[in-house]
């Protein structure tokens, strides 16, 4: 049975080296829109072979939309090529941020916006069926399991970076992946 069968997301990983980062992510945030553009040509730059690359979703209360579009991107990991379906969700909502988000956290246009209108705007950006994976009970397991994984390992604010199994501050969203190349050793 695969995920897809289950309602059950797929896991946010690429490459399969000996070395693990994680990065933990909320997807209307200013810096980890910045960090998650910087992750895939990271990968490339170091190696699928070297690194291991872990995207965990890591809603933030201030983000007043945080939750339906973490639950979203789940939605989307729970369709067929799941994984990559739910990049191609975190990078429309980095791309189109505003369209997500309130202004100053606590108004502007998006004040009169629902969750369904939101994710009929994200569906429009992502050319996927969001709203039937949306309500999958598979889902809410999985925005439970990414809150609790951060919750066990301390991990407060994002972006936050793991390097094998440790909190890292060392990595900055405004460094180059040629900076975190170097910090990985």
Not at 41 to 61: M, Y
Not at 92 to 121: K, S, V, W, Y
Request: hydrophobic share 40%; proline share 6%.
């Amino acid at each position: 049975m695969t995920h897809e069968d289950t309602g059950t997301p797929a896991h946010l990983v690429w490459g399969h080296g000996p070395q693990k980062i994680e990065f933990f992510l909320e997807p209307t945030c200013p810096f980890c829109v910045r960090a998650s553009r910087k992750l895939m040509p990271l990968l490339a730059h170091v190696g699928e072979d070297r690194l291991t690359l872990q995207v965990h979703l890591h809603s933030q209360p201030w983000h007043l939309f945080s939750g339906i579009l973490v639950r979203s991107i789940l939605a989307a990991a729970s369709l067929p090529d799941g994984r990559d379906k739910a990049w191609q969700t975190i990078r429309a909502i980095g791309d189109h941020r505003e369209e997500f988000e309130f202004a100053r956290h606590c108004e502007g246009p998006n004040m009169q916006t629902t969750p369904d209108e939101l994710l009929t705007r994200l569906e429009v950006y992502t050319r996927l069926n969001l709203a039937t994976p949306f309500r999958l009970a598979g889902v809410t397991d999985a925005m439970k399991a990414h809150a609790r994984y951060a919750r066990q390992h301390g991990i407060h604010v994002s972006p936050t970076v793991m390097l094998d199994g440790k909190v890292d501050d060392r990595f900055q969203s405004g460094q180059t992946v040629e900076e975190w190349a170097a910090l990985l050793g």
